[in-house]
């Protein structure tokens, strides 16, 4: 069983930056993809970013490459989304979740999830 919390969410202005954390409980962290996925109001849930257990593979969604960086750190049981250059169209919650199997891009595919986060970005 993993459960998991997300921080570091907030209201910025377009063009700014936030770093979102997702502090993770249980001792087998590290044998976890992780992911993070958001969802904007009136939409569905999204792919964003994954990770692969060792931190050696990483993926991204189209919409945020380039901007977005994702990590972890098993150390600390915790995984990251570093956000730069902030757009309004990325307002939305954004959620961390934890795939048993691997890593991977398909919501589906996780099977722990966090509360969620709101990302702001105002024009």
């Known amino acids: 069983q993993v459960q998991l919390v997300e921080s570091g969410g907030g209201l910025v202005q377009a063009g700014g930056s936030l770093r979102l954390s997702c502090a993770a409980s249980g001792r087998t962290f590290s044998r976890y993809g992780m992911g993070w996925f958001r969802q904007a109001p009136g939409k569905e849930r999204e792919f964003v970013a994954s990770i692969s257990w060792s931190g050696v593979w990483t993926y991204y969604a189209d919409s945020v490459k380039g901007r977005f960086t994702i990590s972890r750190d098993n150390a600390k049981n915790t995984v990251y989304l570093q956000m730069n250059s902030l757009k309004p169209e990325d307002t939305a919650v954004y959620y961390c979740?934890?795939?048993?199997?691997?890593?991977?891009?398909?919501?589906?595919?996780?099977?722990?999830w966090g509360q969620g986060a709101q990302v702001t970005v105002s024009s």
């Open positions: 979740a934890a795939d048993r199997d691997g890593v991977s891009t398909f919501r589906h595919d996780y099977d722990y």
